[in-house]
């Protein structure tokens, strides 16, 4: 059964740093593309940025430059560094993963005050 557990999340200061984590069990992630996720309080969900099974990234405009996505496929650990947090990327972060569906991990949260 493949699971995806995030973790990192917490309270932090505009201009700091978070490194989330999104840990994956049944399923060899090295085959595979993730993707990272935020959803903020009463918003959709919305794509972050991803990194491919060869480790090509992509990322949204809204994000470029501050985030960075690296993967540990030996610790079948996926990251995504957060730098420069500013109070709109408040957010519920999920990493996602198609193999037979889509799966998702349950969360993160992280929320930046001014």
């Known amino acids: 059964q493949v699971q995806l557990v995030e973790s990192g999340g917490g309270l932090v200061q505009a201009g700091g740093s978070l490194r989330l984590s999104c840990a994956a069990s049944?399923?060899?992630?090295?085959?595979?593309?993730i993707d990272w996720y935020r959803q903020a309080p009463g918003q959709v969900r919305e794509l972050v940025g991803g990194?491919?099974?060869?480790?090509?990234?992509h990322y949204v405009d809204f994000v470029k430059g501050r985030f960075t996505i690296s993967r540990d496929n030996a610790k079948s650990t996926v990251y995504l560094q957060m730098n420069n947090l500013q109070p709109e990327d408040t957010a519920v972060y999920y990493c996602?993963?198609?193999?037979?569906?889509?799966?998702w991990g349950r969360g993160t949260q992280v929320a930046v005050y001014t």
């Open positions: 049944g399923m060899i992630l090295s085959l595979y593309d």
């Open positions: 996602n993963v198609f193999v037979d569906r889509d799966y």
């Open positions: 990194i491919t099974d060869g480790g090509l990234t």
